[in-house]
């Protein structure tokens, strides 16, 4: 059986990159730019300022 792993740590204010594996405070990602218009139907995608990895976090 599979473990649940979490990307966001509300209480510590943390994530978790998911190419590097490293947990960071939320203030050290890159968040990019989207248009207001279009911002209610889109997810942000967040940059990883270690790696550069981007992603974005899937609504559960």
Do not use: N
């Amino acid at each position: 059986m599979a473990s649940s792993l979490t990307l966001v740590d509300e209480t510590t204010r943390t994530m978790v990159c998911p190419r590097c594996e490293e947990r960071q405070p939320m203030r050290d990602y890159v968040t990019l730019g989207m248009s207001p218009r279009y911002a209610p139907q889109l997810s942000p995608i967040y940059r990883c300022r270690k790696c550069h990895h981007l992603f974005a976090i899937r609504e559960q």
